[in-house]
């Protein structure tokens, strides 16, 4: 398999960590949407990353779709969704928080690093960034106490929204070091603090 995209991405991190936990090798083609969209677009017409190329030629857009499809392919036992019913609607509202605080934080960055100085529009940059925060802290309140003593978010193994919620916690604690912190948020640091440093995630860090 290749996946596409750079690891400065979050959604290319989280693709490249989930990969890592299913035990499925791929190679990389690190391309960004700054300098290559010319290398994206031959995979993907949207020129978004990231992109995974499977064994057979076909191509999966969108780590929603990809991690959905991933997880079918897979054996029952290295899912990384929950299995049980009632975990399936405060899952997906976990991960619909957490990308969408990884979303506004990707938003603020192209508004305040990417635009010309004087086309940036510091008001929708700073809303950006309070959706972020109120993202997180508000996954952080629907965590379980549990992460507090080594378990996970969901059904005490490891699944997609536990990667996810190293990869927001990473991202807006060193974006927000003064909103998103370990006092702040101090279910998701643990887990992050715990997580972070293991070989799926360290080897994916931009």
Not at 46 to 51: A, D, E, G, H, K
Not at 130 to 155: K, N, R
Request: some cysteine; aromatic content about 6%; proline content about 5%.
């Amino acid at each position: 398999m290749k996946l596409v995209g750079v690891y400065l991405s979050p959604f290319v991190r989280r693709v490249a960590i989930a990969l890592n936990c299913y035990g499925i090798a791929f190679e990389r083609v690190e391309a960004s949407v700054v300098d290559g969209r010319a290398t994206i677009a031959q995979y993907n017409g949207l020129v978004r990353v990231p992109s995974l190329i499977l064994d057979d030629g076909t191509v999966l857009i969108d780590s929603q779709q990809i991690l959905a499809d991933l997880d079918r392919q897979v054996a029952q036992d290295k899912r990384l969704c929950p299995a049980l019913e009632k975990s399936q609607r405060p899952y997906g509202q976990m991960l619909a928080l957490l990308t969408g605080a990884l979303e506004k934080m990707v938003a603020t960055f192209y508004e305040t690093r990417r635009r010309p100085a004087e086309k940036i529009w510091p008001e929708w940059a700073a809303q950006c960034g309070d959706q972020a925060v109120g993202g997180i802290v508000a996954a952080e309140a629907g965590a379980s106490d549990d992460v507090l003593l080594g378990g996970f978010l969901f059904e005490q193994r490891l699944t997609h929204a536990d990667i996810v919620a190293v990869i927001a916690y990473e991202t807006l604690s060193g974006a927000l070091p003064d909103r998103v912190n370990v006092t702040v948020l101090p279910k998701l640091a643990a887990l992050a603090s715990r997580l972070g440093p293991t070989a799926a995630f360290a080897s994916t860090r931009p």
